[in-house]
């Protein structure tokens, strides 16, 4: 039944073109245009024919996964799917839809369908947390016989980790240049802050194009006060921050560069214009009032690759803020992260 519904040709429309008599030998004939439209597959069709295949095989518990549901922004479109769960639940169809895509609740993912709600369970992915990623840096490090205990691969291990931010798309990115530029190093026997620094550039340059789209959109020949604030923006674990905190963070790093901050209210001014089409959008407004936050959570880790390329360290804990707690372990041996402590690690300068 599914290849009957769905068959190619029923989905095409079909024209046929003739032509007659002497006039075929003269060509001067008359044509004749044959049109079959396509079949209109509807919702309720297709949950039929989903459902039906529990005639065919009821001992079969089919899985489908539809991936990257955010991307689809047509809302009619998203409507459609959330109706389509509603109506195979209806009928007890022996399969699960699994939808992911990045947004807070399910409505951001599938739009305010409540009544397929009930169909479904919500299933939040979180950041990793910051021990989480140090263990996927030393696994790493260990499959290459390399030993993390000692500098400064200890203090590389925990800027890489910083700069993720939660994301293991970047601790793998990372990982995976800086292991490059210490294969291709020869006479290397350890990490160096060099081969570091060379993955970091080497992975701004590769990270996803999606990714880099925002930001290239919202810095690239624009005044330079735009990439300060997407970095101020990115310079904290918390996903949202007010424009008090962003202009703090942004404060401080003119401060690291040596150049001068712009007035609040004008920092005010250009926040607003990193929420439009024309600057990415970069950035949107919070779920709270008065708060910013990327328009895509992953970008804000291409940030934190961007501001390190140029030598700014931003951090991932505030001190009014609260961050994930910053352990490293491997073993049976534990070591503490001196910011937790108050201080700082090392840096390229030191």
């Not at 690239?220 to 101020?232: E, S």
């Not at 007010?242 to 003119?254: E, F, G, L």
């Not at 990193?274 to 949107?284: E, M, Q, V």
Request: charged content about 25%; overall charge neutral.
């Amino acid at each position: 039944m599914v290849i009957e519904v769905f068959d190619e040709r029923r989905l095409k429309t079909i024209q046929k073109s003739s032509t007659w008599g002497f006039g075929q030998w003269l060509s001067l004939g008359a044509t004749t245009i044959e049109t079959s439209v396509a079949p209109r597959i509807t919702v309720a069709l297709a949950a039929d024919t989903l459902a039906s295949l529990d005639a065919d095989r009821s001992d079969y518990f089919r899985v489908v996964v539809i991936d990257e549901m955010d991307r689809i922004t047509d809302q009619s479109i998203r409507g459609q799917f959330a109706e389509l769960v509603k109506l195979l639940g209806d009928r007890g169809a022996r399969i699960t839809i699994i939808f992911t895509g990045v947004g807070s609740d399910l409505e951001q993912i599938l739009g305010s369908h409540a009544s397929s709600f009930r169909q479904l369970a919500q299933i939040p992915l979180e950041r990793i947390d910051y021990q989480s990623a140090l263990d996927i840096i030393d696994d790493a490090l260990a499959k290459f016989g390399l030993s993390w205990e000692v500098e400064p691969t200890r203090t590389a291990r925990f800027r890489i980790a910083s700069i993720a931010n939660g994301f293991p798309y970047y601790v793998h990115l990372l990982m995976e240049k800086l292991l490059y530029k210490v294969y291709g190093d020869k006479g290397a026997t350890q990490i160096t802050l060099e081969h570091l620094s060379g993955a970091i550039a080497a992975a701004v340059t590769d990270a996803q194009e999606e990714i880099r789209k925002p930001y290239d959109k919202a810095t690239r020949g624009r005044a330079p006060h735009y990439k300060l604030l997407a970095w101020a923006a990115a310079d904290s674990w918390q996903l949202e921050r007010t424009a008090a905190q962003i202009y703090t963070s942004y404060t401080t790093i003119c401060e690291d560069l040596s150049v001068s901050a712009l007035p609040k209210d004008k920092i005010l001014q250009a926040l607003a214009t990193l929420k439009k089409p024309s600057h990415g959008p970069l950035l949107r407004a919070g779920y709270r009032k008065g708060q910013y936050q990327f328009t895509e959570n992953i970008v804000r880790g291409y940030v934190r690759l961007c501001a390190a390329a140029e030598g700014i360290e931003l951090r991932d804990i505030h001190p009014d803020e609260n961050g994930p707690r910053i352990t490293a372990q491997v073993r049976e041996k534990r070591y503490h992260d001196p910011r937790k402590y108050g201080g700082a690690p090392r840096t390229f300068g030191d």
